[in-house]
């Protein structure tokens, strides 16, 4: 309770748009207290995972959230990834979706909160828990910065899921560049929207996300608020 009014104020701070406050506000109760819910879906779908270490699981607290949130989405087929780690976001989309067809992209070399991580053994990691789908062609593995990897793209995809570099800076550049590689109907998933690493609260992911949704709102045919932000573009 006390995590989700400190959040309420740092959004406030930073001047975040009121319908972004009351989106997050209405979605408070649906989602309080469902970490046993999505413990259970964790179970299901990571049945053996390499980690280098074993509460680095941020990316789990949002299965129920993202399981309810794409319950009836049958036309996701092509998933575009920036920031993969060792591989659970990658996993969980290509269990949910059917085995859709994912691109991840990571430097694995981390960025300014993984200052004591060897990344050599990420990306083995990585390597081992995605073996099954590098194998049959479902998910391609590119290693290179988010700027370089949409300098050469020319793909449009159904989904794309951001979670590279945190920094406001950064994040801004990848809404932008995903936006323009993403299908009308499509979603874009923005992790860390309530994540407060930068002392100086702007240059956190949220500055970023906040502007770019009030720039195109008007492209925007669903919004989600909550941990990550879900986005549909029209
Ligand atoms: C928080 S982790 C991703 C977590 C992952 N999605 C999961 O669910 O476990 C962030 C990742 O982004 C990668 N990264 C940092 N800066 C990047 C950039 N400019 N381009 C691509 N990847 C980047 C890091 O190497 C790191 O593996």
Same mark, same amino acid.
């Given at each position: 309770m006390t995590k989700f009014f400190k959040n309420l104020y740092r959004l406030i701070l930073i001047g975040s748009p009121l319908f972004m406050i009351v989106n997050y506000i209405r979605n408070f109760l649906p989602n309080y207290k469902t970490k046993k819910k &999505? #413990? #259970? @879906?964790e179970h299901f779908i990571y049945d053996k995972f390499e980690s280098v270490n $074993? !509460? %680095?699981k941020w990316f789990c607290n949002n299965l =129920?959230?993202?399981t309810n949130n794409f319950k009836n989405t049958k036309n996701i087929k092509d998933v575009l990834e920036i920031g993969s780690y060792e591989g659970r976001s990658a996993i969980f989309f290509l269990k949910n979706f059917n $085995?859709? !067809?994912i691109t991840c992209v990571d430097t694995w070399s981390g960025s300014d909160e993984h200052n004591i991580v060897d990344f050599n053994l990420i990306e083995k990691n /990585?390597?081992? =828990?995605? %073996? /099954? $789908?590098? *194998? =049959? !062609?479902h998910l391609t593995k590119h290693k290179m910065t988010s700027n370089e990897f949409f300098k050469q793209n020319n793909k449009y995809f159904d989904l794309i899921y951001i979670d590279g570099d945190h920094s406001s800076d950064q994040v801004k550049i990848d809404l932008i560049n995903s936006w323009n590689s993403l299908k009308n109907g499509g979603f874009l998933v923005l992790d860390d929207y309530l994540w407060w690493y930068y002392k100086d609260l702007k240059k956190n992911p *949220?500055? &970023?996300?906040? =502007? /770019? @949704?009030k720039k195109n709102i008007s492209n925007i045919s669903k919004l989600t608020v909550w941990h990550q932000v879900i986005i549909q573009k029209n």
């Open positions: &999505s #413990k #259970k @879906i $074993y !509460n %680095e =129920n959230y993202l $085995y859709c !067809n /990585f390597d081992l =828990n995605t %073996e /099954f $789908y590098q *194998s =049959n !062609n *949220s500055t &970023s996300i906040n =502007n /770019f @949704i």
